[in-house]
C-alpha cells in the first residue's frame, strides 16, 4: 500500500515530468525564433570560433 | 578520573577533547581523510572534496570551537553556514560564477537537445519515490532526489531549504556521484544501446553559425520564461543567466572574468569547508546517510537510462538517427559527461566525433537541472500540505 510520501513523491513526478517537458519546448521554440531573428553575419563569422 | 578532575579543575579545560572523543569521532576523521584522499590523489572534484573533507575533521573534533553555536563564541563554520547557506546565498553566487563559464552557442544551433536534458532529469522523480518507499518523508525525499539532477549548488538549495539536517551528506553525495560520473555512465549506456547505436555518427549540417545577439539575448529569454513558469526558481536562473549575460555582453570582461576565476574559487572554498562543517557524528553516521549516499547513485543512473532510452525513443520517429549516448548527456555534470560520452563513442569507432552534440546536451542540462530544481522548489510545499 502506497504511504502518503510516496502518494506525494508519484504526484510530484506525474506533474513535474510533464511541466518540465512543457517548458523545455517553449524554451526550444524561444531559441529557434531568436535564431532565426538574429541571424549571424558575415562579418561576425570571421575570427568568431563557433 | 572524575576525582582528578575535580581536584584539579583546569584539567578538564587541557582535556576536554581526549574526554570527549568518542569512535564516532574517528570515525569521522577517517571518513574527511577519504575525501581528501580522493581530492588530492584521485583528483575527484578536488576544489570541493579537499575542502569538505577538511571541513568535516573540523567539525569531528570534539568542542570544536570551529563550529561552536554559543552566542559570542559562535565558529567560523557556524557563521558561514548562517552567512551563506541557511540564507541560500553560496549557491546562487556559485550560479553567477557557473553562468559566466557557460557557452550556450551550441545550445542555440540544436536546440532539440533540450529535450534530452529533460528526460535525464527523471532520476530526481523516480529516485525520490524510492526514498519514500526505504521510510523518508516526502520533503527529504524530494531534496534527496535532486542529487539526480547532478547539479551541487541546486542540491544544496534545495537541501538549505527543506532538508537541512541532511544537508551535509546530500552535498556529499552529490559531489561525489558527479566526480564518478566516468564510472557509472559507461556500464549503463552499454547496458542500454548496442554497439551499432553507438556507431551512429551526428553530422553538423543544417547548422547555422550563432549570432552575438542571439548569444546575448539568450539569458534573458530563458529568465523570463522560467520565471514565469515558476516563479520560486528566479534566484537560481536568474543568477546562472546574469553570470553568462556578463559574459555575452563583451563590456564587463573584468566582471565576468572576476565571477569565471576569484567568484567561483572563493565561493567553492568557502561553501566547500562549510559543508563539511555540516559533517558532525551525530549528523552524518546513521543509517539514512548510507541510503542517501545508495539513493544518490541509483539517480544517477535513473537519469542516464532516462536520457539514453528517450533518445532511442525520438530515433524511432525521426529520419535523421541520433547516437542514443548523447541522451546520457542531459545531466548537468558539465563538462564531465559530454567528455565521457565522446571517448565512448571514439572508443566505439576513432572516426565518430560528437563532442560538439554531447557537449550541447551537456550544456542543456545545466539548464533543465535548474528548471527542474525550480519545479521541485514550487511543487515541495504545495504538496506537502
Known amino acids: 500500500m502506497l504511504t502518503a510520501a510516496t502518494a506525494k513523491a ?37 575570427g568568431d570560433d563557433d | 578520573m572524575e576525582a582528578m578532575l575535580i581536584q584539579y579543575p583546569w584539567l578538564d579545560e587541557l582535556l576536554m577533547g581526549f574526554l570527549g572523543l568518542s569512535w ?9 581523510a577519504t575525501l581528501i584522499y580522493l581530492a588530492v590523489k584521485k583528483d575527484y572534484e578536488p576544489a570541493l572534496l579537499l575542502p569538505i573533507g577538511f571541513g568535516a575533521v573540523l567539525a569531528n573534533i570534539p568542542h570544536s570551537s570551529a563550529i561552536s553555536k554559543v552566542v559570542g563564541e559562535e565558529g ?55 526514498a519514500t518507499l526505504m521510510g523518508f518523508s516526502f520533503e527529504h525525499a524530494a531534496s534527496i532526489g535532486i542529487i539526480g ?27 561525489s556521484y558527479m566526480s564518478l560520473v566516468p564510472v557509472i555512465q559507461p556500464p549503463v549506456i552499454k547496458a542500454l544501446t548496442t ?30 520564461i522560467a520565471g514565469m513558469v515558476a516563479p520560486i526558481s528566479v534566484a537560481l536562473i536568474g543568477s546562472l543567466m546574469f553570470g553568462n549575460i556578463l559574459k555575452e555582453s563583451g563590456v564587463v570582461d573584468n566582471l565576468s572574468n572576476a565571477a569565471q576565476s576569484e567568484l567561483a574559487n572563493l565561493v567553492t572554498l568557502l561553501l566547500g569547508i562549510t559543508i563539511g562543517g555540516t559533517m558532525s ?34 530515433n524511432i520517429f525521426s529520419k535523421e538517427k541520433m547516437n542514443p549516448m548523447i541522451g546520457a548527456c542531459g545531466i548537468s555534470a558539465f563538462p564531465m559527461s559530454g567528455r565521457v560520452i565522446a ?10 566525433f560528437i563532442i560538439q552534440h554531447a557537449i550541447g546536451v551537456n550544456v542543456a542540462g545545466q539548464v533543465a537541472s535548474v528548471v527542474a530544481g525550480g519545479l521541485v522548489l514550487a511543487l515541495i510545499p504545495a504538496l506537502a500540505k
Open chain 1, 10 to 46: 508519484l504526484t510530484m513526478m506525474g506533474i513535474a515530468l510533464p511541466t518540465m517537458f512543457a517548458v523545455i519546448l517553449i524554451f526550444m521554440l524561444a531559441t529557434k525564433l531568436l535564431h532565426k531573428a538574429f541571424p549571424a553575419e558575415s562579418e561576425e563569422l570571421e
Open chain 2, 149 to 175: 539532477a547532478a547539479d551541487g549548488p541546486t542540491t544544496i538549495y534545495v537541501a538549505s531549504r527543506f532538508a537541512q539536517d541532511l544537508l551535509g551528506p546530500l552535498s556529499v553525495a552529490a559531489y
Open chain 2, 195 to 224: 554497439s551499432a547505436e553507438r556507431k551512429i555518427k551526428m553530422g553538423y549540417e543544417n547548422e547555422e553559425p550563432v549570432s552575438r545577439t542571439a548569444k546575448f539575448l539568450f539569458p534573458i529569454l530563458i529568465v523570463l
Open chain 2, 281 to 314: 557524528a551525530e549528523r552524518f553516521l546513521t543509517v539514512e546517510v548510507a541510503m542517501i549516499m545508495a539513493l544518490g547513485a541509483v539517480a544517477f543512473v535513473f537519469d542516464t537510462a532516462g536520457g539514453v532510452l528517450f533518445a532511442k525513443l525520438l
Open chain 2, 76 to 130: 567560523f563554520l557556524w557563521v558561514l553556514y548562517q552567512g551563506g547557506i541557511a540564507n541560500e546565498l553560496f549557491p546562487v553566487l556559485i550560479f553567477v560564477a557557473i553562468g559566466a563559464m557557460c557557452d550556450f552557442t551550441p545550445l542555440i544551433r540544436r536546440p532539440i537537445v533540450m529535450l534530452f536534458a529533460a528526460a535525464a532529469q527523471f532520476g530526481i522523480f523516480a529516485t525520490a519515490v524510492l
Open chain 2, 343 to 352: 571517448k565512448m563513442a571514439l572508443k566505439e569507432d576513432p572516426t565518430n
Open chain 2, 24 to 32: 564516532k569521532h574517528v570515525v569521522m576523521w577517517l571518513i574527511g
